[in-house]
């Protein structure tokens, strides 16, 4: 397994462009299983969750092709001819399960396999379950597997989510653009992701409403068709590559940021000490003088502060002047980097879902292990402000959600490498 290594350093100077959305382009991809007609996604990402949703949707007959250099999703759905989603490769990624919506709309009746938990939590699917149910389909759990079907086809309700998931917003949202009558979405995730979605659903033809807002309503119609859809920028990315000037010093430019994509998480980054400015081809980063200073963060549903940014923040928190509390609200088990960051000479408690950080003057080089995607990528980031060199271990998470990472990182200063095994 590859392993990265870093040697702390000095201010960062440059630019990174921000990829499109890992995200939102998981959700979009089996969205073309909703027509017969073509779906190209233009400003994809290049990354290894995007290969497993094009093995996903080949395995069940669409044809996908990845053109300039993996950046053009080019993907037909003419001929579906295999209604199953197998375990070995929706035990893989859990957005596998994005398919069930769409396959139960076009076909009528879908069998994916139940992808389990992961590393950061139990991930029921309960929520779509429900919302899937409410639409008309019959699911039931066998040998690991949902099988779903809708006899007398989908036809549109109000359902009232739970908990703002996004997964099943999206499962939802796909299934019922195919529905008799209207369906509208309560309490329903608002994620920019979710309004990527509802445009490219828009421009197949599907009338939807209210995506951005907490209640989503959609009018079925009898059928959708081909479109070419640009995919939105990774905040995830965005924000991860933002907290490296934060965390080493100097000045970077995020092209293709917005602040509108993360506005909680540039509040924090304020009260923190950095300075963050919209410019005219992105987001531009400086660290100002003095100290980083503690801040408490709480994970919430967007527009709060993203959970998928929890653990890059930690790592720029573990330097901070004070103590930082942060909440994890989105998943029960996601500290996981905390014990690595301890290892570099972090001081932070864990307690159920809270961390407490009491930031210290520098970490200290060590070897780590990544233990999810994010997690991998705070390691980094806090190793290029350590002193003397980390090892990240087991990164083969890492090329899951960032895509050329040690060249990124590179061209704006920092000294990073990839030793392949
Ligand atoms: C998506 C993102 C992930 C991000 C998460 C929260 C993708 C491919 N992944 O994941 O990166 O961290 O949103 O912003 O877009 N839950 C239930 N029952 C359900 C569904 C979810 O209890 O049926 C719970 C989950 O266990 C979790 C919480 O709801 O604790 C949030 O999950 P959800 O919003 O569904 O996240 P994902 O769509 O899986």
Same mark, same amino acid.
């Given at each position: 397994?590859?392993?990265?290594?870093?040697?702390?350093?000095?201010?960062?100077?440059?630019?990174?462009?921000?990829? &499109?959305a890992?995200?939102?382009?998981l959700?979009?991809?089996?969205?073309?299983?909703?027509?017969?007609? @073509?779906?190209?996604?233009?400003?994809? @990402?290049?990354?290894?969750d995007?290969?497993?949703?094009?093995?996903?949707l080949?395995?069940?007959?669409a044809?996908?092709s990845s053109?300039?250099? %993996?950046?053009?999703?080019?993907?037909?759905?003419h001929n579906? *001819?295999n209604?199953i989603? *197998?375990? *070995?490769?929706?035990r893989?990624?859990?957005a596998?399960?994005?398919?069930?919506?769409?396959?139960?709309?076009?076909? %009528?009746h879908?069998?994916v396999?139940?992808p %389990?938990?992961?590393?950061?939590?139990?991930?029921?699917?309960d929520?779509?379950?429900? #919302?899937?149910?409410?639409?008309?389909a019959?699911?039931e759990?066998?040998d690991g597997?949902l099988?779903a079907?809708?006899?007398? &086809?989908?036809?549109?309700?109000?359902?009232? /989510?739970a908990?703002a998931?996004v997964g099943?917003t999206?499962?939802?949202?796909?299934?019922?653009?195919l529905?008799?009558?209207t369906t509208v979405?309560?309490?329903?995730a608002?994620?920019p992701?979710?309004?990527? /979605?509802?445009?490219?659903?828009r421009a197949?033809?599907?009338?939807?409403?209210? *995506?951005g807002?907490?209640?989503i309503?959609?009018?079925?119609?009898d059928?959708?068709? %081909?479109?070419?859809?640009?995919?939105?920028?990774?905040r995830i990315?965005?924000?991860?590559?933002?907290?490296a @000037?934060?965390?080493?010093g100097?000045?970077?430019?995020?092209?293709?940021?917005?602040?509108?994509?993360?506005?909680a998480?540039?509040e924090?980054?304020?009260?923190?000490g950095?300075?963050?400015e919209e410019?005219?081809?992105?987001l531009k980063?400086?660290?100002?003088?003095g100290?980083?200073?503690?801040?408490?963060?709480t994970?919430?549903?967007?527009?709060?502060?993203p959970?998928?940014?929890?653990a890059?923040m930690?790592a720029?928190?573990?330097?901070?002047?004070?103590?930082?509390?942060l909440?994890?609200?989105?998943?029960?088990?996601?500290?996981m980097h905390?014990p690595?960051?301890?290892?570099?000479?972090a001081?932070?408690e864990?307690?159920?879902?809270?961390?407490?950080?009491h #930031?210290?003057?520098?970490l200290?080089?060590? @070897?780590?292990?990544a233990?999810?995607?994010?997690?991998?990528?705070?390691?980094?980031?806090a190793?290029?402000?350590a002193?003397?060199?980390?090892i990240?271990?087991r990164?083969?998470?890492?090329?899951?959600?960032y895509?050329r990472?040690?060249e990124?990182?590179?061209n704006i200063?920092?000294h990073?490498?990839?030793?392949?095994?």
């Amino acid at each position: 397994m590859d392993s990265i290594i870093v040697r702390g350093n000095g201010p960062l100077k440059g630019q990174i462009p921000i990829a &499109g959305a890992k995200n939102a382009c998981l959700t979009l991809m089996p969205a073309t299983l909703l027509s017969e007609e @073509p779906l190209t996604l233009t400003n994809a @990402p290049r990354l290894s969750d995007i290969k497993t949703m094009t093995e996903l949707l080949s395995s069940l007959g669409a044809e996908v092709s990845s053109l300039q250099d %993996g950046k053009v999703q080019a993907m037909s759905s003419h001929n579906i *001819d295999n209604h199953i989603a *197998d375990y *070995d490769i929706v035990r893989k990624m859990r957005a596998s399960n994005l398919v069930l919506g769409p396959m139960l709309a076009r076909l %009528g009746h879908a069998v994916v396999s139940l992808p %389990g938990g992961c590393a950061i939590g139990a991930r029921p699917m309960d929520l779509h379950i429900h #919302g899937l149910e409410a639409l008309g389909a019959e699911i039931e759990l066998k040998d690991g597997y949902l099988h779903a079907k809708a006899v007398k &086809g989908l036809k549109g309700a109000t359902i009232d /989510l739970a908990f703002a998931s996004v997964g099943a917003t999206e499962n939802i949202m796909m299934a019922a653009t195919l529905a008799k009558g209207t369906t509208v979405i309560n309490n329903a995730a608002r994620e920019p992701e979710i309004v990527d /979605l509802a445009t490219c659903l828009r421009a197949m033809g599907a009338q939807i409403e209210g *995506d951005g807002s907490s209640s989503i309503e959609i009018q079925g119609v009898d059928r959708l068709h %081909g479109a070419t859809h640009p995919v939105v920028t990774d905040r995830i990315e965005l924000g991860t590559y933002m907290l490296a @000037p934060a965390i080493c010093g100097g000045e970077v430019e995020c092209l293709g940021g917005k602040i509108s994509l993360l506005g909680a998480f540039c509040e924090k980054l304020d009260a923190a000490g950095i300075h963050v400015e919209e410019t005219e081809k992105g987001l531009k980063v400086a660290r100002r003088n003095g100290r980083i200073q503690a801040v408490d963060v709480t994970t919430e549903p967007f527009p709060g502060f993203p959970t998928d940014l929890q653990a890059q923040m930690m790592a720029l928190l573990c330097t901070a002047e004070g103590t930082s509390v942060l909440e994890e609200k989105i998943f029960e088990n996601r500290f996981m980097h905390a014990p690595e960051l301890t290892r570099m000479g972090a001081d932070i408690e864990v307690h159920g879902g809270t961390a407490t950080v009491h #930031g210290v003057k520098r970490l200290k080089g060590a @070897p780590v292990m990544a233990t999810d995607l994010r997690a991998s990528v705070s390691l980094i980031l806090a190793a290029m402000a350590a002193e003397g060199e980390t090892i990240v271990n087991r990164v083969y998470h890492l090329d899951r959600g960032y895509e050329r990472v040690e060249e990124k990182l590179g061209n704006i200063g920092a000294h990073i490498e990839r030793v392949k095994s």
